[in-house]
């Protein structure tokens, strides 16, 4: 597939859980265009950070059918992705599995394009990577964070 769109993303946690964030770099194919997307919050975990660097990524498209690279140092998104585990996951409505609500809004926008993931190897002097860990480690350390509310008021329930 040509892709259109390519979607790089970072999260990143102090103490996981502890301050989090993601960071994301869109750049359109073949153009100038790039973006920049980043949020921290004060009570996450790098998984949730690295799902929601991919959402936001993809929710920021303003067209439909896209064709869409995600490219992620995660290897929890991408796996649940490529190896089809998140889909599994669903037909059981997620139960026993962390971040119900990020992988079913993680669905809702997957499904309004063609997507296709591509594992990086994390610190390895890809640019686009490196941005954004800067990005999302800069999100986690801003003086006002945002609160990932399902992860305080549910997931720790689970702990």
């Not at 990143?12 to 919050?41: D, L, Q, S």
Request: one cysteine or more; glycine letters at 8%.
């Amino acid at each position: 597939m040509s892709h259109q769109v390519h979607i790089y993303t970072d999260g990143a946690a102090k103490g996981n859980p502890g301050n989090g964030g993601y960071g994301v770099v869109m750049e359109m194919v073949g153009t100038p265009y790039r973006k920049e997307f980043y949020e921290g919050f004060r009570y996450t975990t790098n998984n949730r950070m690295e799902l929601l660097a991919v959402i936001v990524g993809l929710e920021k498209l303003k067209n439909p059918n896209m064709k869409v690279l995600v490219v992620s140092d995660s290897k929890y998104v991408v796996d649940a992705v490529e190896k089809k585990w998140v889909f599994g996951w669903e037909k059981k409505n997620f139960a026993g599995k962390k971040n119900p609500d990020l992988w079913k809004r993680f669905l809702k926008v997957y499904r309004q394009h063609q997507v296709d993931f591509k594992w990086i190897k994390g610190h390895n002097n890809h640019p686009q990577n490196e941005r954004c860990d800067e990005l999302a480690v800069y999100a986690s350390s801003l003086p006002k964070l945002s609160v990932d509310a399902f992860y305080e008021t549910e997931e720790k329930k689970l702990l």
